[in-house]
């Protein structure tokens, strides 16, 4: 059994505390506190358990709340304005949000969008850029995200359907609990931590990645190859919860410090026009071949983080067929197989979702990767059906 300890970690504008004693630390953070907006989704809050202990320090402080639970995966604006509506009716003065990836973009978003009076909408577009925000506390309830120790909000534009991702800002306060990842069903437990992985293999390649980013990447992904698998086998397994989350904290951090790349953006659109796929799958459906790329472009960076993964390959262009059969392969031995068409994907969906992808996508590019066109991410992602 490895040493499972509590521990603080603090990074950007957040305390972290991580661990299966990190619930009870927040309440020194609390203390003056009055209104509380609790946002969550329907359920996991409730089944974690994480809910009931945060209600329970709460009337130990003797703080008011009210819980908003209206967040759902691939969250809109319109949930965001949901949320501010409920912080102004409630006069919150601090938000605690409880749950994965879309309810912890959403709180950070409201807390900014609230504080400063302006549109969720704006900050998305690059129309605005937050510069404060009402106090958050956020308890994470995946292993996959990292936001809860980076600064970055995904939300979508129904109107558009343009599913986008802006720096916001960082939660005051998160937790990590890994006693709070049991109750994930196996999906997510794929999913969250497949995501993860796609964190630490796309910074490691990216413009802005450095030996720090690549480091805590090729660490992340030995944690993934060591435990996903475990945790699949035996959801109860709280040391194999421990390590998943220790790996998507680390690839948060990593994707802080130099961003997400082409498999992010194109996810994105994707997951724009057809809404029930979830993040993390969508990467692992087109991961593996798009990472074929970026290992020909950056071969020594991509290798730096993918020898975790794979001890045999070279950091060389020629090794970048065999870096995307590998993740293929580690992809298939933990139960994933899912593609595009499983979700509904056709000739006509995929069309719009690289029409919706493509400013995204664009910007990821690097100088050092060769042109590449519509029609050719078409061909990808077609073969991927
Ligand atoms: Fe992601």
């Known amino acids: 059994m490895n040493d499972l300890k509590t521990f603080k970690f603090n990074y950007g504008g957040t305390i972290l505390y991580f661990g299966p004693e990190s619930t009870e630390r927040i309440r020194d953070h609390l203390e003056g506190k009055k209104k509380a907006l609790i946002v969550t989704g329907k359920r996991s809050a409730k089944e974690s358990g994480a809910l009931s202990d945060i209600e329970k320090i709460l009337d130990e402080l003797h703080i008011e709340r009210k819980i908003y639970d209206g967040v759902r995966f691939n969250p809109t604006v319109e949930i965001v304005e949901e949320i501010i509506g409920e912080m102004r009716s409630l006069g919150a003065d601090f938000?605690?949000?409880?749950?994965?990836?879309?309810?912890?973009?959403?709180?950070?978003?409201?807390?900014?969008?609230?504080?400063?009076?302006?549109?969720?909408?704006?900050?998305?577009?690059?129309?605005?850029?937050?510069?404060?925000?009402?106090?958050?506390?956020?308890?994470?309830?995946?292993?996959?995200?990292?936001?809860?120790?980076?600064?970055?909000?995904?939300?979508?534009?129904?109107?558009?359907?343009?599913?986008?991702?802006t720096a916001v800002a960082y939660p005051d306060v998160s937790v990590d609990n890994p006693k709070y990842m049991i109750s994930l069903s196996k999906n997510q437990t794929l999913f969250t931590s497949l995501d993860a992985l796609y964190h630490a293999l796309e910074s490691s390649v990216s413009p802005a990645s450095n030996v720090l980013v690549r480091d805590l990447s090729r660490t992340a992904i030995e944690k993934i190859i060591s435990y996903l698998k475990k945790s699949v086998e035996n959801p109860k397994d709280l040391e194999a919860r421990y390590m998943l989350l220790y790996?998507?904290?680390?690839?948060?951090?990593?994707?802080?410090?130099?961003?997400?790349?082409?498999?992010?953006?194109?996810?994105?659109?994707?997951?724009?026009?057809?809404?029930?796929?979830?993040?993390?799958?969508?990467?692992?459906?087109?991961?593996?071949?798009?990472?074929?790329?970026?290992?020909?472009?950056?071969?020594?960076?991509?290798?730096?983080?993918?020898?975790?993964?794979?001890?045999?390959?070279?950091?060389?262009?020629?090794?970048?067929?065999?870096?995307?059969?590998s993740i293929l392969k580690f992809q298939r031995s933990v139960g994933f197989s899912l593609t595009l068409s499983d979700y509904g994907f056709n000739d006509r969906k995929l069309r719009e979702a690289i029409d919706v992808a493509w400013p995204l996508f664009q910007s990821r590019l690097m100088p050092e990767l060769p042109e590449i066109g519509k029609e050719e991410i078409f061909s990808i992602l077609k073969a991927l059906l």
């Open 95 to 165: 938000l605690i949000a409880i749950g994965g990836g879309s309810v912890i973009d959403s709180a950070k978003l409201a807390s900014v969008a609230y504080v400063e009076d302006r549109k969720p909408e704006e900050y998305l577009k690059g129309y605005a850029r937050a510069s404060k925000h009402l106090f958050l506390v956020a308890v994470n309830l995946t292993h996959g995200t990292g936001t809860e120790i980076d600064r970055y909000a995904v939300a979508t534009i129904t109107r558009t359907r343009e599913k986008l991702g």
């Open 247 to 325: 790996a998507s904290m680390l690839a948060g951090v990593a994707i802080d410090m130099a961003g997400t790349s082409i498999i992010h953006g194109l996810e994105h659109g994707l997951s724009g026009v057809v809404p029930n796929l979830e993040h993390g799958a969508g990467l692992a459906i087109i991961g593996p071949e798009l990472f074929k790329l970026l290992y020909r472009t950056k071969p020594q960076e991509a290798w730096e983080a993918m020898r975790a993964l794979d001890p045999t390959l070279r950091p060389n262009k020629e090794d970048a067929e065999r870096a995307g059969e």
